[in-house]
């Protein structure tokens, strides 16, 4: 089922289990897949798993980050410990249940303590971007998650620089903060809270362990509530694909205030009695030599990167043999996630292992949502074609049903979340089928029609916006608004692109009128997108819009003029007088490539 990499050379052993798929062709055009291969249950709440590992293999170490030139290391049975005597502290602080603790912290050590120690006695964690807090960031942000998740504590890694975002807070400016580092007056240094007497396991499977906000990417974000249940059954998912009875190692940046950091790397770690090496390094230029530095020093069994850090790494990897030697040196499994990878970066990673172990290394890719634990589907096979959603994880259930000209997923399984956190703290059902299916609101398809067995392949969103290479999601729709009002009417219309890109891209309409005035000798739409006032005025625009972008996602790296109208025949213009994203990229696939071509020709802008 491997990809054509115009490699030969044998894969290296992965382990994977047996799976068993059972498939369903429906009558009215939906197909059914069912992964009916046992997986354990042993685990039922987040710190059942440490438990155990601390009560077998209490000097395996479970999490490390960086000190200085060295790491320092916790092991099972010194996280236990500490989780069991913090749980104490946060009891005693009134945190429970119904009292979440809000965490505003990059990963680390301190951050994976205290979330274990609040999950512990059935408190939730919401744990938020630490962007959220830094100077310069928009506040509505931290308004809009303080006011859904109504923090009883807040734990941060600067209170220092937390400080100023807290204070004006309408909500958080009255609750305690605990600090890791630089506590100021009237916050709580972590290192100080160290109760004598420790706490055992109350947690049931069924109370919130954790609010995960998502993207916000079709309106305001919401809190997913993530069960104990339901994090530790997705965990137990992902370890029935393998027959590997050793415990991984695994060096990772995702961050935990996303369902993949936090379920499918940390927890999923600690599941299977394995060490995390935290990475602070992120995927572009610039950040990405501290993943390197780390990589040169921990070979991981297994890893974990977005597309974009991935072509980063192949980069470094055909220059640093070294690098190479020590990262194949005992990997057996390579994942991506949060958006598609290229084929030539997967056959670029390929081509180095051979080189340095004489073997591929089989390429995954997981699938899913924070609803859905994340991982609803996965490469469980050895396989090297970038691309693949996978199949249903053990005890999942993927329905594809006809949505217009495309098939929605549709999943139930025991890692789907029950909802999402109401403002009032009451529980806001999720979007589900006839037949109790979770929506995903994507699209996907078979990769062989003939052979539901060769797994799915993603078919873009049934909504407009999309993701990066990067893994950021764009609103596509909010974006085309501040474009075009930055661009002072010059502009009729964009369509918003850069679906796995490195960066946003405009196919933009003209408005002859305004932009006659600029080039009133141009003689026509095509007279004028080849105008260099024109092209002038619409790329200040850009960089105005740029100018006040806050990330990447908000930001338009290149645009590319048209020299025509929306179709209103064909649908790209609707009847309500709007363009149809999806469909105007589809017909215009041909100016898609040149915006985004390596080596793009005169008429794009590249700003």
Known sequence: MDGDTGLTAPFREPLYAPRSIAVDRREDGALVLVNTTPWSDRFSTTNAALDHWAGTTPDRNVIAERDGDGWRIVTFG???????????????????????????????????????????????????????????????????????????????????????????????????????????????????????????????????????????????????????????????????????????????????????????????????????????????????????????????????????????????????????????????????????????????????????????????????????????????WINARAGLCGLPTPGTTVKLAPEGEKLEVRVKGPQISPGYRGEDGGLIPLSVDEEGYYRLGDAAKLADPADPLMGLVFDGRLVENFKLASGTFVAAGALRLSALSAMQGLAADAVVCGEGQDGVGLLVFLNAERCSALAPEADGLSALAHHAAVKAALAEGVRRLNAEARGGSARVTRVLIQRDTPDLRSGELTDKGYINQALARSRRADDLARLFAAQPDDEVMAL
């Not at 100080?192 to 993207?215: F, G, H, V, W």
């Open 78 to 380: 010194q996280a236990h410990d500490r989780i069991s005597r913090l749980a104490t502290d946060l009891k005693l602080m009134g945190l429970g249940p119904d009292r979440p603790l809000m965490i505003l912290a990059r990963n680390s050590i301190d951050h994976a303590l205290i979330a274990y120690a609040a999950m512990r006695i059935g408190c939730p964690i919401a744990p938020l971007s630490p962007q959220y807090a830094q100077p310069g960031a928009d506040p509505t942000r931290l308004a809009h998650a303080s006011a859904l998740i109504r923090p009883s504590v807040v734990f941060v890694e600067d209170g220092e620089a937390a400080a100023a975002a807290i204070a004006r807070d309408p909500v958080l400016h009255a609750v305690p903060v605990i600090a890791s580092r630089r506590a100021r007056p009237g916050q709580m240094a972590f290192a100080s809270l160290d109760a004598a007497t420790p706490t055992d396991n109350e947690a049931r499977p069924d109370q919130i362990a954790k609010l995960l906000l998502t993207s916000g990417s079709t309106g305001k974000p919401k809190a997913v509530i993530c069960s104990h249940a339901t994090v530790s059954f997705n965990a137990a998912q992902i370890e029935a694909c393998y027959e590997d009875r050793d415990p991984p190692v695994v060096v990772n940046a995702a961050p935990w205030s996303h369902s993949l950091g936090a379920n499918a790397i940390l927890h999923m770690v600690i599941h299977r009695g394995g060490t995390l090496y935290i990475d602070h390094g992120q995927p572009v230029a610039g950040r990405f030599e501290e993943t390197l530095r780390n990589l040169r020093e921990i070979a991981p069994t297994y890893h974990n990167m977005v597309p974009a850090g991935w072509a980063l790494f192949a980069d470094a990897l055909e220059a640093d043999e070294a690098l190479a030697r020590t990262f194949f040196s005992r990997v057996r499994v390579i994942q991506y996630g949060g958006a598609g990878l290229p084929q030539s970066v997967c056959d670029r990673v390929q081509a180095a292992a051979v080189r340095s172990c004489g073997h591929r290394i089989s390429f995954a890719a997981g699938y899913g949502s924070t609803e859905t634990g994340p991982t609803a589907c996965n490469v469980h």
